[in-house]
Nanobody, 127 residues
Framework: EVQLQASGGGEVQPGGSLRLSCAASGFTSRDYTIGWFRQAPGKEREGVSFLRNADNKRVNADSVKGRFTISRDNAKSTVYLQINNLQPEDTAVYFC????????????????????WGRGTLVTVSS
């Protein structure tokens, strides 16, 4: 059974950092494209960072460029999202998602492109 579990959220002050983890079970994570999404209160879910399986290409949404870094540890079947310089607008529930399909770049941010979703982890940025 394919499962994803996101963890690592918490409450931090503006300017702080967090590393979120997405642990995969039931499949080999390196064969899958992984996406990190977030959903702030009252807002739609948005894609923020992606790691494509075909070529290990990393793509970030414009809103998080320079602050978010996605990486993968194949030995641990875990994908990470390093978030630096956190701001109040980063407050959201963060989800990881996976698909084995080969995605073109323009499809990476689409929620419908992903077949598996984990439960989210809450990130709160507050002073």
């Amino acid at each position: 059974e394919v499962q994803l579990q996101a963890s690592g959220g918490g409450e931090v002050q503006p300017g702080g950092s967090l590393r979120l983890s997405c642990a995969a079970s039931g499949f080999t994570s390196r064969d899958y494209t992984i996406g990190w999404f977030r959903q702030a209160p009252g807002k739609e879910r948005e894609g923020v960072s992606f790691l494509r399986n075909a070529d290990n290409k990393r793509v970030n949404a414009d809103s998080v460029k320079g602050r978010f870094t996605i990486s993968r540890d194949n030995a641990k079947s875990t994908v990470y999202l390093q978030i630096n310089n956190l701001q109040p607008e980063d407050t959201a529930v963060y989800f990881c998602a996976a698909t084995k399909r080969s995605l073109i770049l323009s499809s990476l941010r689409a929620i419908g492109s992903y077949d598996y979703w984990g439960r989210g982890t809450l990130v709160t940025v507050s002073s």
